[in-house]
């Protein structure tokens, strides 16, 4: 494999390389590296968040009052998780698991602003992540978070909700178009009953579950939840709505159907296995051509690792960290809607592009970046400390480099060599010409590269 | 003029080759109209309490449910037998008495939800409530009737949701000339005057060369038609003050931004309401008064509708913490000089029927306020842009 297609594999299923990386992997063959990736994700690592703060609140009864600041605390434990899983992306051995953590977090968007759920939730997501999607599928509708996020707990056989049913079938598994609206209200009336409890722990309960007879899918059953799940994986277009998914996510913003009928057929005849999934993936010749290589637009998650990772940021700082993926239109635990982020094209506007773009150097030059938050609202607000709101900063922030580390990365080294192994796609001469300006110190030349907007591809 | 001016810039600032690449795909264009009117819509963040705003005074259930938080009667501004406004909003009331403004009471939409990101959201696409759209209303009114990026733009540091379309995207700034000055520092300078067709490809890396252009020549451009216009309208200093004034003068020179879209955050008043709200109304009724002013003063108001509205009401009955939480239906302000239904649109919320959750049930539906605007305002074909049919409504 050539370095462009090592650091290509690397940077779509994980996060990334570092230059002294590339090198030692240099030579290997394209089967070798998939099994290494797939190898250093065997073992799952999980976020560690500290919520014992929580045995104070158990088992007494909380007045209106200590409900709002234990509130408070698990919003900000949700701000913190998102922090930890940040820090986990740039330093992680494991990066297939971690990226496929990040995949299902888009497939199964929930925003709940409670660390606890989503600690649990990540961590389901995390540990199925390359396992039976089936399992990973029930899990995750089992999570507080999603039961929560889609009101499944009010969803009971006197009153039924179709949120989760509804999406269950529109963005988890067999795409919009593809059922009736009985078809939902069959759905709903078999995932009666699904709760939990304070701790997040599922809970059936069967004195709300509707045990009567379903029609879905024109099939007729006593069915609980997971026959529904069931009947909707044993049918084809939903491994089809699922392969286009991963397409578009690890490959291309362009449909090429003979491509996701491969990925399609694989999964269904695995039985939704995951890992092969994408081991056929990262195996196949076309994932390596040039209308592949270099032609995604970063997320913004991408775009914060990846400058974390190679430049040696220092990323210690919380309010950092969430006020970038703020501005750039991506925050993790915090998606725009249960349909998760659209990516593509749609991350780019004119003020997110523009943002981007001068990014790095500021970060480089030791600039400040002008912030203020859009759309404060007390459920949100940045920064919390112990439960307690404190005013904001509407000065902006900073984030400092690892110089010395820096220095040392890119000793010795020309800017055409560095621009190889940051720039994902090929460099016009203009580019070139614009890149080849810059003064000559690392800060002047890496200012250059990142600046390109050829940066902003992966 | 200003077409030929701005196509003038685009094809200098990168050699002409981009021009036919962006008339493309302009065949769709709906120019029914193309009037010169302005639309600037400001958002309350956060879900503005509409019955402190608008007071239903003459209901004693009001009072029954909001016994700290509720405005007493000899505070509020009345304006009818049953309604008046916040003691904040003195300059709103001037506006009322001019019939220059009308009040829409009770908007929403069916099955609301009560979390600030998703109602936003759908006030943002135009969605019903079980519906996840990915692009605004106002994007696809610019994908349907705009010809240039600046038609639309946002005075924030961020776009919102509402102004990016399927096919073409709002500006987003906070003044015309910091926006000028972010674009032509000197290394986004040369690489926007070195791009040639290498850089302009169809494909996604061709994308962001296209946008990074056309961002610099609309923000060359906003800058030439500006600088030589100064408001003399004294400003308060406050945030919204500040956006209004930026919306002033790209009005009062004469370009043809069709839709201006702000926001004022902090509404979500679920503590010791009475003061956070009343500070932040004062803030918006001075913003207001200052603008209107100012584009009186230059012949612009008649040609300049304000809508403004917040993402939910907020529940009837008080919260334990001299505030209140969310929830659903709520007011919403149109100001302009010719209005064709000045004062109350609709009656007021009736108090003693409330939905199950205790808040308000909404009697007109957002996007017939959306669908008046585009049909009657901006000229545009409602449906194509809202997906369907929404009955208009006559204060226009």
New interface residues.
């Given amino acids: 494999m050539t370095k462009r297609e090592i650091l290509h594999l690397h940077n779509r299923f994980g996060f990334g390389l570092l230059h002294s990386q590339v090198e030692k992997l240099y030579g290997l063959s394209n089967v070798a590296l998939v099994n290494r990736l797939i190898k250093s994700s065997e073992e799952t690592s999980q976020l560690v968040l500290d919520l014992s703060y929580l045995a104070e609140f158990k088992g007494r009864e909380l007045d209106?009052?200590t409900k709002?600041l234990l509130r408070d605390k698990l919003k900000n434990s949700s701000l913190e998780l998102n922090h930890l899983w940040v820090k986990q992306m740039v330093t992680t051995e494991a990066a297939l698991r971690e990226r496929m953590t990040l995949f299902w977090h888009g497939h199964f968007a929930c925003?709940i602003r409670n660390g606890l759920y989503d600690l649990k939730q990540n961590s389901a997501l995390r540990t199925h992540a390359l396992g039976n999607f089936r399992t990973l599928l029930i899990e995750v509708s089992k999570s507080a978070g999603m039961i929560n996020y889609l009101n499944t707990r009010q969803n009971t056989k006197q009153a039924p909700n179709?949120?989760f049913a509804?999406e269950l079938m529109e963005?988890f598994t067999i795409g919009r178009d593809n059922y009736t609206e009985n078809d939902i209200k069959e759905a709903a009336r078999s995932f009666t009953g699904w709760n939990h409890l304070s701790d997040g722990s599922f809970k059936f309960k069967s004195k709300k579950h509707d045990f009567g007879v379903k029609t879905f899918f024109g099939k007729t059953g006593n069915w609980k939840g997971e026959d529904i799940i069931d009947i909707l994986l044993s049918d084809r277009r939903t491994a089809d709505f699922l392969a286009s998914k991963l397409y578009f996510y690890f490959v291309s913003?362009v449909v090429n159907k003979s491509h996701i009928q491969e990925i399609s057929e694989q999964l269904f005849s695995s039985n939704y296995d995951i890992l092969s999934t994408v081991r056929l993936i990262m195996l196949s010749d076309w994932f390596y051509t040039k209308e592949i290589l270099?032609?995604?637009?970063k997320s913004p998650i991408d775009l914060i690792v990846g400058l974390a990772k190679q430049c040696y940021l220092n990323i210690e700082e919380k309010k950092s960290v969430i006020a970038i993926q703020r501005?750039l239109?991506q925050e993790l635990l915090?998606p725009?809607?249960?349909?998760g982020w659209?990516g593509?094209?749609?991350w780019?506007?004119?003020?997110?592009?523009?943002f981007r773009?001068?990014l790095a150097?500021m970060i480089l030059n030791d600039g400040n970046i002008?912030w203020?938050?859009?759309?404060?609202?007390?459920?949100?607000m940045l920064m919390m400390t112990s439960g307690r709101k404190t005013k904001r900063s509407h000065k902006g922030f900073k984030i400092s480099v690892n110089k010395k580390a820096l220095e040392n990365a890119y000793l010795g080294m020309e800017i055409d060599e560095i621009a190889g192994h940051l720039i994902s796609?090929k460099l016009?001469?203009?580019?070139r010409?614009?890149m080849n300006?810059s003064n000559n110190t690392i800060i002047g030349k890496l200012s250059?590269i990142l600046?390109?907007?050829?940066f902003?591809?992966s | 003029m200003e077409r030929r001016d701005f196509l003038k810039l685009s094809a200098l600032a990168s050699s002409s080759l981009l021009v036919p690449s962006f008339l493309k795909g302009m065949e769709n264009i709906n120019l029914k109209g193309s009037g010169y009117k302005h639309l600037v819509i400001i958002q309350l963040?956060?879900?503005n309490d509409g019955l402190n705003t608008v007071i239903p005074f003459s209901q004693s259930e009001y009072y029954r449910l909001r016994p700290s938080v509720g405005i007493t009667g000899a505070k509020v501004l009345k304006l009818t037998q049953d309604l008046g406004l916040n003691p904040a909003l003195k300059g709103m009331r001037a506006l009322y008495d001019n019939s220059e403004l009308c009040i829409l009471n009770s908007v929403g939409y069916p099955n609301p939800n009560r979390s600030?990101?998703?109602s936003?959201?759908i006030w943002h696409t135009g969605s019903n409530s079980?519906e996840?759209w990915?692009s605004g209303w106002l994007g696809r009114y610019m994908d349907s009737s705009c010809s240039n990026?600046y038609n639309v733009v946002e005075i924030?540091?961020?776009?919102?949701?509402a102004l990016?379309g399927n096919q073409k995207?709002?500006?987003?700034?906070t003044n015309t000339s910091d926006f000028y000055k972010?674009?032509r520092?000197a290394?986004?300078k040369?690489?926007v005057e070195?791009?040639?067709s290498?850089?302009l490809g169809e494909?996604?890396?061709g994308?962001?060369?296209k946008?990074?252009i056309?961002?610099s020549s609309?923000a060359t451009f906003l800058h030439d038609k500006t600088k030589t216009y100064t408001s003399k309208q004294a400003y308060p200093r406050n945030k919204l003050a500040q956006k209004l004034k930026t919306s002033a003068e790209l009005i009062n020179s004469g370009v043809e931004t069709k839709v201006h879209y702000m926001?004022h955050?902090?509404f979500?008043?679920?503590?010791f309401q009475q003061q956070k709200q009343g500070n932040l109304l004062k803030q918006y009724d001075e913003a207001i008064t200052a603008f209107v002013k100012d584009l009186k003063e230059n012949g612009t108001f008649n040609d300049t509708l304000i809508l403004t509205f917040s993402e939910f009401g907020r529940r009837v009955k008080e919260?334990?913490?001299k505030g209140t939480d969310h929830g659903t239906a709520n007011n919403l302000f149109v100001i302009g000089g010719n209005l064709n239904k000045a004062g109350f649109y609709n009656s007021a919320p009736d108090l003693l029927s409330l939905d199950g959750n205790g808040d308000l049930i909404h009697q007109l539906d957002f996007r017939q306020v959306y669908a008046t605007v585009i049909e009657k305002w901006l000229g545009a074909d409602s449906k194509k842009v809202l997906g369907k049919d929404f009955q208009s409504l006559n204060f226009l």
């Fill in positions: 209106v009052d709002k925003m179709e949120n509804r963005l913003d270099g032609k995604k637009i501005q239109g915090a725009p809607n249960v349909a659209p593509g094209k749609r780019i506007d004119s003020s997110s592009l523009l773009i001068k150097s002008a203020n938050e859009k759309g404060d609202m007390a459920e949100d796609t016009s001469s203009s580019a010409e614009v300006k250059a600046s390109l907007p050829e902003q591809m | 963040s956060g879900g600030h990101f998703r936003m959201d079980n996840y990915t990026t924030d540091k961020t776009l919102s949701l990016k995207n709002a500006l987003a700034f972010g674009t520092e290394y986004m040369k690489l070195k791009a040639s290498e850089n494909d996604n890396l994308y962001l060369y946008t990074l056309d961002t609309s926001s955050s902090g979500d008043t679920h503590a919260n334990g913490s």
